[in-house]
């Protein structure tokens, strides 16, 4: 396959975290948008990087295992969250598995604690598959937001944030967070590279707080997202100037959900992206050795 012609996703979740798609159907639909490799970046989570390797064999697709960790930045105004993704990662180092268990272990009581909120405003589940599944998954939000949809409680995944699932709402519950520059060391950690994911949150606005995560050793910014617009694309390609920043980018696909089209493979990455990746980690890796 001709490389300059093929486009790469670093970006997707699979039903180990949030997504609909198995790890298995995520490399399945990968093949059918024509991508030449992909990146599996659950939350908080790596289980499903096994199955995607095992699938992508066979369909000659690249799988870059990666991570997206929940952390939480403080300003003068307000408590923000903040994702960052780790690429090429030893998604089976023990240090990484144990932080990750703490994590899924929060977002569990975590969840039963919004089905709980939810039962005082008269909302409960007739379906608690995913209940049941969430000892062995990453659960989030998301997935009671999809759960108000399919029962008829809300139209929209939107509403259901708006009306229950987000900050300040009556089943909002904080989860489990580390702070960005605690993410960033343990992706280095386990030798992988810690990148800014969706931006358009307005992270990039404060360059101090950018320039404290690129001293402590942020190296990439996710440019292309499906919620980033051509404008801001332009701003972050100048902020990753500014601040010698790999750039990356990926549809952060959830997978189908009723009638919508999974994202994954909208949004256009070349792949010379994931060749400086490479480079770029490959000089962490180098720096680490000395």
Known sequence: MNQDHKFIDMHIHTNYSDGAFSPTEVIEYASKVELLAISITDHDCVSGIDEALSVAKKNNIEVIPGIELSCQVENCLQKMEMHILGYFIDYKSKKLQNILSTFKQTRYARALTILDKLKEHNIVFKDKIFIQNAQNQSIGR????????????????????????SYDKPAYVPKHYMSPIEAIELILSVGGLPVMAHPYYMHYNDKDMLKNLVDNGLAGIEVWHVKHTDGLVKKLLALAREFNLIVTGGS??????????????????????????KVA????????MI
Do not use: W
Request: aromatic share 12%; glycine share 6%.
């Open 252 to 277: 952060d696909c959830h997978g189908p959900f009723k009638k919508d089209i999974p994202t994954m493979g909208r949004i256009k990455v070349p792949y010379y992206v994931l060749d400086e990746l």
């Open 281 to 288: 980690n490959q000089k962490q890796s180098n720096k680490l």
């Open 142 to 165: 998301l997935h009671f937001a999809k759960a108000l949809v399919m029962e008829g409680f809300v139209g929209s995944v939107q509403e259901a944030f708006q009306r229950y699932l």
